[in-house]
C-alpha cells in the first residue's frame, strides 16, 4: 500500500534531536513510573509475578472498565485496544473504508485522517477549517461535501493544531449532516478531556448511533511511551475491527494495559495535575502573543496547541529551519498540516523553557 510522507512525524524526525527548545510537542509533560505510581498510590507488586505472556487479547476487562467511565453509556462490548491512537485511526479507517468511498477529512488534523483512505483509493474531500471562524467547521460547507454519498466523515476535536472545541450545538448538527448520508463519524477525541474549562465534551460514540471515538493515554494521561490507544464504537464495527487487528496487533503489552488501567482509573487526579500545566503555559503563550506584533491566534480552547499565524513573509518551513538554526527553538511548520502561514505550537511542557523560547522567538522576528 503505497502512502503519502507523514510530514509531521517527518519533521519530528529531522528536527526534534537537535533541538533546545521543543515548543513542537503535543503533550503534556510525560510522567515517569515512578510519578505514576505515586499520584495514584497504586502498589505494582503484583506486576513482577505475571508471565509475560500476550495477556487479554483484546485488552483487559479491567482496561476496559476503565475505559468505560470515560463515556457516558459504553460498555466493554463496544471497546477495543490499539497500539496508540495512531493505531487505532488506522484500525478503524482500514476495516471500514474500501476502493472508491467517499470520506469527508476535516483538516487541518492529524495527517491519518486523509492520507490513509486516499492510500485505500478512497475519494477525500477536505473542509478546511478557517481562523476566521474561530477553526470551527462551516456546516454549509460540510452539508455540501458530505452531500448523500458519504461513507465516513474523519475529524479530531478537540483540535490539534488549533486547540478549537467544537460546540455541543455544532457537534449535534455535524451528526445531522452525517445522518442525511448514512455516514460514520470518525472523531479522534485524544485530546478529550483536555477541555480548559473542565468541561469534558460529548463523545461522538456517545451522542450517535455511527460515533466512533479513538483515544490514548499520550496526551490526556502523559503516557505516551505506554503506546496505548482504544476505539470505542458500535458492536458490528468493534468486530470488524477485531478481525482487521488480528493481522497487526494480537494483544498490546500487558504491562502498557496494566499501567493505562491505573492511570485511567485516576483520571481525575491526572487531569487535574495536566490541566494546571496546560493553563500555565497557556497564560505565559497569551501574555507573549499580546506583545508580539507579528503574530496573531485564536487563542485554544481545548488540547495543547496553538496555530499560530504570523505575517513576514516567509513560508511555515523556511521560518521553522532557520528559527532552529539560529537559536534553538523548534516550531512545527503550519504547511506540515496543509496550511502554510501558521505554526503550531505547544504548551503544555516546560513552562520555563516555553518563556525562554517565545523570548527568543520575538528577537528573532525583530531581525527579520
Ligand atoms: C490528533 C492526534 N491523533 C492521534 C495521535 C497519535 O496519538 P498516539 O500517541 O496515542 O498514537 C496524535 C499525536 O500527536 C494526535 O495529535
Redesign the pocket.
Known amino acids: 500500500m503505497k502512502i503519502d510522507k507523514f510530514k509531521v512525524e517527518e519533521w519530528f524526525n529531522m528536527y526534534e534531536h537537535k533541538a533546545l527548545y521543543d515548543l513542537a510537542d ?1 503533550c503534556v509533560e510525560s510522567l515517569s513510573i515512578n510519578e505514576l505510581l505515586e499520584i495514584t498510590n497504586e502498589n505494582p507488586s503484583e506486576l513482577y509475578s505475571r508471565k509475560l505472556n500476550y495477556g487479554d487479547i483484546h485488552g483487559s476487562k479491567r482496561l476496559k472498565d476503565a475505559i468505560c467511565t470515560l463515556y457516558e453509556n459504553q460498555t466493554p462490548d463496544n471497546i477495543t485496544i490499539a497500539h ?4 487505532a ?1 488506522q484500525l478503524v479507517m482500514l476495516s471500514l473504508i474500501e476502493q472508491g468511498d467517499k470520506v469527508v477529512s476535516i483538516i487541518p ?2 495527517q ?1 485522517h486523509y492520507s490513509i483512505p486516499k492510500s485505500i483509493g478512497a475519494e477525500v474531500k477536505t473542509l478546511f477549517l478557517k481562523e476566521e471562524n474561530n477553526w470551527i467547521p462551516d456546516l454549509n460547507e460540510l452539508e455540501m461535501l458530505v452531500g448523500t454519498n458519504t461513507k465516513i466523515i474523519c475529524m ?1 476535536n478537540p483540535n ?1 493544531p488549533t486547540g478549537a472545541v467544537i460546540p455541543e450545538k455544532i457537534l449535534k448538527q455535524i451528526i445531522q449532516i452525517a445522518k442525511k448520508s448514512d455516514a460514520y463519524i470518525l472523531c ?1 477525541e ?2 478529550r478531556g483536555l477541555e480548559h474549562n473542565g468541561q469534558i465534551s460529548k463523545s461522538v460514540a456517545d451522542i450517535y448511533e455511527k460515533g466512533i471515538s479513538t483515544g ?1 493515554v ?2 490526556v494521561f502523559s503516557l ?1 511511551g505506554l ?1 496505548l ?1 482504544w476505539i470505542v464504537a458500535p458492536v458490528e464495527v468493534i468486530e470488524e475491527v477485531n478481525h482487521q487487528r488480528e493481522y497487526n496487533t494480537i494483544s498490546v503489552g500487558i504491562l502498557d494495559d496494566y499501567f493505562a488501567s491505573v492511570a485511567i482509573e485516576n483520571k481525575n487526579k491526572i487531569i487535574k495535575r495536566n490541566l494546571s500545566k496546560i493553563l500555565e503555559g497557556k497564560k505565559i503563550l497569551t501574555d507573549w502573543l499580546n506583545s508580539e506584533s507579528h503574530c496573531h491566534c485564536v487563542i485554544p480552547s481545548g488540547g495543547t496547541t496553538a496555530f499560530v499565524g504570523y505575517d513576514i513573509k516567509i513560508s511555515s518551513v523556511d521560518l521553522c529551519k532557520k528559527l532552529q538554526n539560529d537559536t534553538g527553538v523548534m516550531l512545527l511548520p503550519g504547511e506540515t498540516m496543509e496550511l502554510d502561514g501558521y505554526l503550531r505550537i505547544g504548551y503544555g511542557n516546560n513552562v520555563v523553557k516555553l518563556n525562554q523560547a517565545l523570548n527568543l522567538f520575538s528577537d528573532w522576528l525583530k531581525l527579520q
Open positions: 503535543t496508540g491512537a495512531i493505531g485511526n488534523t492529524y491519518q479530531n490539534n479522534d485524544v485530546y490514548s499520550s496526551k505516551a503506546r490507544g
